[in-house]
């Protein structure tokens, strides 16, 4: 089998981000990085591509330049799928092109800076029929799939409350300088949109609470903090969330938690029990109810479901992390690509990012309003 021709926009230097996709993407042998814009500074980026061992022949000088090259080739030839790892606002204009010159696309969340714009990108993904992931890493993790594929069998019975943390506190050192907050393009709006704790990681609480339940969340109120005056995007927030009038719950975001690393934590509680995962021990799922002692479950074991079976590469003791949830994703986009028979929510979709994007401008709205119940009704 030939390997899916990828290329990728974003995640120079010594990004996160790139390096996550890079090593993902090479996980299960189905992709080759054949080119890209990596960096804005063409030389810089030449200087990577070598550095990553990219040929440079297929290494442009733009994002302009990329596409119109590209789309000269023969369709053997071009990159069939286009990572995009750039700042928020980048995400659109990039996403959109790709779509309308016929590329598929893995696109970093938030999707864009706006619903509408998101509306837009849906209506061209459909008319041109191209497969478009959004990187919500954390659905690629073998025990959350697990957690899913319980709870749509019914092992906890009913959802009654969904309680979802993520608490980081990297900004901290940062918000108390008006100097140092210019230096990061997320506290920046032009750069990352209307919001930087909900656009950034809100969208990722959300987006897992209506992965593993399979519900839509219908209503929220929203309660966030800027922290300073003259700090115009939020810093920390707590959403009620309603999927209907007996299922409800809670999302707690916040990038001012001091001393707290990636700390994304997550509870399902139903009729029968509960299902209980962290971020920061993945490998972990915890099954409790009122009338057995705690269970702990552990990918690996041939008591766990296909879909976290298929995503986990090692036996079990072997812990696996976020390099691998990723490569998961990319697995799921590698199949859908070659048309093989897929789990359901292998990969999250342009639904997820579009669902994204209205629950951060919707979150931003109830604030601003005084802290109101709005529909996220589309």
């Known amino acids: 089998m030939s390997k899916i021709r990828l290329g990728i926009l974003g995640g120079g230097g010594d990004s996160l981000i790139g ?36 040929n440079t022949n297929r290494v442009y000088v733009d994002f302009d330049t990329f596409v119109e090259e590209e789309i000269k ?26 779509l309308e010159n016929g590329f598929h696309v893995i696109c970093e969340k938030p999707l864009t800076t706006s619903y509408k714009e998101a509306l837009e990108l849906e209506e061209l993904q459909k008319k041109y029929n191209a497969i478009f992931a959004v990187t919500y890493t954390y659905t690629g993790y073998p025990m959350v799939r697990h957690m899913k594929h319980m709870i749509s069998r019914g092992e906890i019975g009913e959802i009654q409350k969904v309680d979802v943390q993520y608490y980081q506190g990297w900004i901290n050192p940062v918000i108390h300088d008006p100097e140092l907050r210019k230096k990061v393009w997320r506290l920046d709006p032009k750069k990352a949109g209307i919001s930087s704790c909900i656009g950034d990681i809100g969208t990722h609480a959300f987006q897992m609470t209506e992965y593993l339940t399979g519900m839509e ?36 975001a916040s990038q001012i938690a001091t001393g707290e690393e990636n700390g994304l934590t997550v ?46 590469k090692l036996p079990g003791g072997h812990p696996e992390g976020i390099f691998d949830a990723m490569g998961n994703i990319y697995k799921g986009v590698a199949k859908a690509l070659s048309g093989e028979t897929a789990f359901d929510g292998e990969y999250p979709t342009m639904n997820d990012g579009v669902r994204g994007m209205l629950f951060i401008e919707k979150v931003i709205e109830s604030h601003k309003n005084g802290n109101l119940w709005l529909s996220l009704d589309k």
């Open 19 to 54: 390096v996550l996709h890079r090593v993902a993407c090479n996980m299960y042998d189905r992709y080759e990085i054949l080119g890209g814009v990596f960096n804005p500074i063409y030389e810089e980026n030449i200087n990577f591509a070598k550095q990553i061992g990219v």
């Open 73 to 98: 080739k023969t369709k053997e030839e071009r990159i069939e799928v286009v990572s995009v790892l750039t700042p928020n606002f980048l995400h659109f204009p990039m996403a959109k092109k790709l």
């Open 217 to 252: 969340v219908k209503s929220i109120l929203s309660d966030l903090n800027m922290l300073y005056d003259n700090n115009t995007l939020d810093l920390d927030g707590t959403v009620l969330i309603r999927f209907s009038d007996t299922v409800k719950g809670v999302i707690r």
């Open 267 to 312: 509870a399902v509680y139903g009729k029968k029990g509960a299902f209980k995962w962290e971020q920061e021990n993945p490998n972990i799922l915890y099954h409790i109810t009122d009338d057995q002692p705690k269970r702990i479950i552990k990918p690996g074991h041939s008591y766990v479901s296909d879909v976290s079976a298929d995503g986990t």
